[in-house]
């Protein structure tokens, strides 16, 4: 076989420059580290919204931006690993998705220079992660899951209508859960209801300390806590066993059978949030500039379960007749 030299020096010449333009090309994108707790169905809604709103922010995957995602599958004493790791690869901004990551990121990169928005978080300034709902830290905000309380207890008292006392379980360690137990406390009389707080702090505790609840309670109220709704299968289990129906705060333990209803916020719209507050951090606005954003009553819906709910001895109102939120 003849080679012609020419051509073939031409050919790595064209082939260098399109490596070297592809290596540019890389190079150039911006590099985000996302610090996830966990999978779970509403944490990973969070982080496709953030990289769908960082996308219409003018921030493409792939194109303008490259994400390493990382979680410690709910294990906290794993996190500052994590959190060291995306550390050293150098990332223009770090996304941190639930309260514990949120804390623990913000106290190892003080002083880094590398900006912070979490999400998945119930009370910013509560877990001590922005000094208000009115600014941002020097070097971090970001979008909360906090739901409107006055309207979950509205929905609850349509759904359950003779219900009078609710329990609520709740991690006494985690700052989310506590400040959404006070916030509870402080609505509920309004809404008719009195509280009946139950302390979870091992998931190995949820049969005995749901099941003691056994005529003290109504109806129980199950929050977007990280150590509750990964366990909530064995909530509903226990709760089952003593006749009280659930109102939860995450829809898909509705439309898979496993409690009654819920009234729940978006954790899509959530993630969007705070891929719009990354954008404009990307942008060289500073994170100080930024309140920490919060869902609308509009990014609420309502779902109900046949199934469960008849599972759970409760007949559904009449009332949600026409709402098309009603799942088999």
């Known amino acids: 076989m003849k080679i012609n030299k020419s051509g073939l020096l031409s050919g790595l010449v064209v082939a260098g420059s399109l490596f070297a333009a592809m290596s540019s090309a890389s190079a150039d994108t ?53 959190i060291t790791k995306l550390q050293a690869e150098s990332p223009k901004l770090i996304y ?80 989310n859960d506590v400040a959404l137990l006070e916030k509870v406390e402080e609505l509920a009389p309004a809404a008719g209801f009195s509280v009946v707080p139950v302390g979870i702090d091992n998931v190995n505790d949820i049969l005995q300390r749901i099941t003691s609840v056994a005529g003290k309670a109504d109806v129980i109220y199950t929050p977007a806590s990280n150590l509750i709704q990964p366990a909530i299968a064995a909530v509903s289990a226990a709760a089952r066993q003593i006749g009280v129906p659930i109102v939860n705060s995450d829809s898909s333990a509705v439309a898979d059978g496993t409690v009654p209803a819920s009234f729940s916020v978006d954790y899509k719209q959530v993630g969007l949030n705070a891929g719009k507050i990354a954008a404009e951090i990307l942008n060289g606005k500073s994170p100080a500039d930024i309140p920490p954003s919060a869902p609308t009553y509009e990014t609420h819906a309502p779902l109900i379960s046949k199934s469960a709910s008849a599972a759970f001895g409760v007949e559904i109102p009449a009332s949600f007749d026409d709402c098309g939120c009603i799942v088999d």
Do not use: C
Not at 63 to 80: I, K, Q, R, W
Not at 112 to 137: H, Q, R
Not at 145 to 168: G, M, N, S, Y
């Open 30 to 82: 911006i590099k985000v580290g996302i610090a996830n707790f966990g999978e779970h169905p509403q944490l990973n809604a969070a982080i496709a919204g953030f990289k769908e709103g960082m996308s219409e922010n003018g921030f493409v995957d792939g194109t303008d931006v490259t994400y390493s995602e990382s979680h410690t599958n709910f294990d906290a004493s794993l996190v500052p690993q994590m």
């Open 96 to 175: 941190t998705v639930t309260t514990p990551v949120s804390q623990i990121a913000k106290q190892l990169l003080a002083g880094s220079g590398i900006p912070i928005v979490f999400s998945a978080v119930t009370d910013p300034v509560a877990a001590k992660l922005v000094p208000s709902w009115d600014e941002g830290d020097k070097n971090m905000t970001g979008a909360s899951d906090l739901q409107d309380i006055a309207a979950v207890l509205e929905f609850t008292r349509k759904f359950l209508p003779d219900a009078k006392r609710l329990a609520v379980p709740y991690n006494p360690g985690e700052a």
